[in-house]
């Protein structure tokens, strides 16, 4: 079973690759959903960030209040850290169980993990090939404010709070450019797609 991590930074396009890359035949595990299972009302994992981060992060419906949770550790990289330290180590788990179930259903399907922190967190597992979205900073500042309506210093935060580019850009056997359109991000895709064995085969080299 090919295991391929898909990365890149916020609004880089990586939701449309990988949108792309399920309608080819890839499995495609969705990091954020693992996230918010083990994140879910009664899990050990909700119950450890109640004790490191108060009561004030559960929401009304018992649910994890993320926007609470991300004012506490957006700006702050202590409490960030203390926060992967709960999640990161259950997602991997998790993530662990979905590509063996993958691999129990179909040997011989491509599955694709869609992780935003592959860099941060995931960037020695054995990956069989290294997919980045890429564009630059400002085109993603852009699409945050004209697609998300953001304020653009909140967007231009965002960016900045994460990994640079070039760390990204470092890990990937491939780098799909998504600063053009969403036709030539989809060319890119498909065309990754078809040499797909030879990219990994090259890789094991």
Not at 104 to 133: G, I, N, S
Request: glycine letters at 6%; hydrophobic letters at 50%.
């Amino acid at each position: 079973m090919p295991l391929v991590a898909l990365t890149g930074g916020i609004a880089s396009g990586k939701s449309t690759i990988a949108a792309r890359l399920a309608e080819l035949g890839a499995e495609i595990v969705d990091a954020d959903r693992i996230v918010r299972d083990v994140q879910a009302p009664g899990s050990p994992v909700l119950d450890r960030i109640v004790a490191a981060f108060g009561e004030d992060v559960i929401a009304e419906d018992g649910t994890l209040d993320r926007a609470a949770l991300g004012a506490l550790v957006f700006a702050d990289d202590d409490a960030r850290a203390r926060l992967n330290a709960i999640v990161h180590p259950a997602v991997r788990e998790a993530s662990a169980r979905r590509f063996r179930a993958a691999l129990a259903a179909d040997p011989d399907r491509v599955v694709v993990y869609d992780v935003p922190l592959l860099a941060e967190a995931r960037a020695d597992d054995p990956w069989d090939l290294v997919l980045v979205a890429d564009a630059p900073a400002e085109i993603r500042i852009r699409r945050m404010v004209d697609l998300r309506g953001m304020g653009e210093a909140d967007a231009a935060a965002r960016v900045a709070a994460q990994i640079d580019d070039e760390s990204r850009r470092a890990l990937a056997d491939v780098v799909i450019d998504t600063a053009g359109d969403l036709a030539d991000t989809r060319r890119q895709v498909d065309a990754v797609w078809e040499a797909l064995p030879s990219l990994i085969a090259a890789r094991r080299r």
